[in-house]
């Protein structure tokens, strides 16, 4: 009897550990987008986005962890203007002919509830790398009608970063801003 019982304990432990394991998803590219926003001389906001990114996520909502990798390809900079792009792409500013790709990793989500709250990880930018915390303004999985019902989970992150710590300093001595307010609106497909 107190073997059956073991047994039974047993396999409802490792049945529950089984059901937290985390599972992988692949970044959507179409549903995923990278951006970012800059005050212009008090004036208006600059703002552009990273049209090829990349990159997965590992998520066990039982167990509230995740990572996250999702790297861009810095030479696809795009704000609408062809030339505030190619100043962009420029040895001022990204120097995508030296660093054509910026990286976020993360290994720490904090949950409130069910709900991811913020992910916490390091940004690679220009050769250098800042701790950066991005919060969410949402977040959700759900069963998607397009992907036979694959699970999809996905929000809308934000952060601000003082961009001189990544010594993008190009014009802080005229009076341009050093922060940075970048948006991550990402969702990503169990695989």
């Known amino acids: 009897m107190r073997t059956t019982l073991f047994a039974l304990a ?12 985390p599972a992988t998803y692949a970044i ?11 005050d212009h001389m008090g004036a208006t906001t600059n703002r552009a986005r990273f049209d090829k990114k990349q ?9 509230k962890t995740g990572k ?24 001022d500013i990204f120097n995508v002919a030296k660093f054509p790709t910026a990286k976020f990793v993360s290994d720490k989500f904090v949950f409130d509830g069910d709900k991811v709250k913020e992910v916490t990880g390091q940004l690679t930018l220009l050769d250098k790398t800042q701790p950066v915390t991005f919060k969410a303004n949402k977040f959700n999985c759900y069963p ?3 992907l036979q019902k694959r699970e999809v989970c996905g929000g809308d992150f934000e952060a601000t970063i003082d961009r001189t710590a990544f010594g993008l300093d190009y014009g802080v001595n005229f009076g341009a801003a050093k922060q940075v307010r970048l948006v991550l609106q990402i969702e990503a497909v169990k695989q």
């Open 10 to 21: 047993a396999a409802g432990l490792f049945a529950s550990v089984a059901q937290a394991a």
């Open 28 to 38: 959507d590219p179409t549903h995923t987008f990278a951006t970012f926003e800059i």
């Open 55 to 63: 990159g997965t996520v590992e998520f066990d909502r039982a167990g």
């Open 68 to 91: 996250v990798e999702v790297t861009l390809d810095m030479t696809s900079v795009n704000s609408g203007t062809p030339g505030f792009d190619k100043h962009l792409q420029s040895a």
């Open 144 to 146: 998607s009608p397009m």
